[in-house]
């Protein structure tokens, strides 16, 4: 991990946790596990990944992206707007796809295309959310992707008991309800979950089709 992007994240963690829900951008382990449904076409492919911070996954996706295929970041942090553009027109690592990459400074929610992505990478920490706005994520994933799309998320491995033992019970009853709601997604639409250990901390990876 570079030592630039590890610090550039620490610094906006400081300043919003809330949004960012980590300290340490995600190893590449884990990028590779979350990513692991991207298949390069033919035909052409859209991916969107929503909260993509420094860019891990990002890089990720993009080393998955075929000739044809476009991907779509949405991010509300504006320090990580600015290090994400940065980073693809400097970093030769994106001399393939920068032209087929797209920055937008905002919520996943205001995505206004229906029905175009293939596939969605989220980085959003739904643990720190209420559920109505996990729920308003998810129906807007639904509704962006074509049929049979997927989705990808994560979760770090006991960060939920530890929130459950240390919170007061408002905050336990609001983490409780967005765990339901995400099981609920799993038991319905999900296809797999893996472990990854070699994350700090390790993480559990999602994969969901509607």
Known sequence: MPIR???????????????TGAILPSSRAL????????????PARRVLEAGPGTGPFTRAIARRLGPEDRLDLFEVGEGFVRYLRKMLRTDPHFDATRDRIRVVH???ETATETGVYD?????IPFN??????????????????KPGGSVSWFEYIGLRPLRLAVSGAPERQRVR???AHLSWLRRRHGESTRRVLANAPPARVHHIRF
Not at 7 to 15: D, P, T
Not at 119 to 123: F, K, L, P, R, T
Not at 134 to 145: K, N, Q, S, Y
């Open 5 to 19: 992007e590890a610090w550039h994240f620490l610094r906006n963690a400081i300043r919003d946790y809330h949004a």
């Open 31 to 42: 990028a590779r596990a979350i990513t692991e449904r991207i298949v390069a076409g033919p």
């Open 106 to 108: 905002g919520p996943v």
């Open 119 to 123: 596939h969605i990478v989220c980085g």
């Open 128 to 145: 720190n959310l209420e559920t109505r706005q996990v729920r308003a994520i998810f129906r807007t994933f639904r509704r962006v992707l």
């Open 177 to 179: 309800r967005v765990a």
